[in-house]
């Protein structure tokens, strides 16, 4: 029997939650709050922006760590699809149209698909028989994974992740 690895990778650090996991700062959670103010000052899109790509970084990673050359989407939702500066292009919009479940997603078109998640524009599944990658609510990922290497997660923490062992919600 295969043992799979279970995280919760965010953007919110372990040590501002209460005896109970409730997180306790006022923290962005969408990227629909680009320029509100929060308890760290007002949401950039540039920081808003280095939080997708780490994000997304710490994906491509895993999915190296194990072998992984494509993800299938599973359980698609398909939301309004928005501008949101670098989506302006008109082949986005193409790709943003031909999304279907069961599509198989190559390694490089992985952060495409990925953004389209974090800004809420579609919500999926994405798996492989050697990981999974669910997205919840709040900017929380969570990643099943056959690897576990104490490098990685070293790298992906170096990004301003947190890493923590929690199984997904959405299993």
């Known amino acids: 029997m295969i043992k799979i690895h279970y995280w919760r990778i965010t953007k919110y650090n372990p040590k501002n939650r209460d005896e109970n996991g409730i997180y306790q700062k006022y923290e962005w959670t969408s990227v629909s709050e680009v320029g509100k103010i929060f308890d760290n000052g007002e949401l950039l899109f540039d920081v808003y922006l280095f939080c997708e790509n780490a994000y997304i970084d710490a994906i491509i990673k895993i999915m190296r760590e194990n072998g992984v050359e494509s993800l299938k989407v599973d359980a698609l939702e398909i939301h309004n699809y928005d501008n949101y500066a670098d989506f302006t292009e008109p082949t986005t919009k193409k790709y943003f149209r031909t999304l279907r479940n069961n599509m198989l997603i190559p390694k490089q078109e992985v952060a495409q698909v990925s953004r389209f998640i974090l800004r809420e524009l579609i919500w999926c599944k994405l798996v492989s028989d050697r990981m999974f ?25 170096s990004n301003g992740l947190f890493v923590e062992i929690v199984v997904s919600p959405y299993l």
Do not use: R, T
């Open 133 to 157: 990658v669910h997205f919840g609510y709040d900017y929380y990922m969570y990643i099943g994974s056959e690897q576990q290497s104490e490098e990685l997660l070293k790298a992906i923490e």
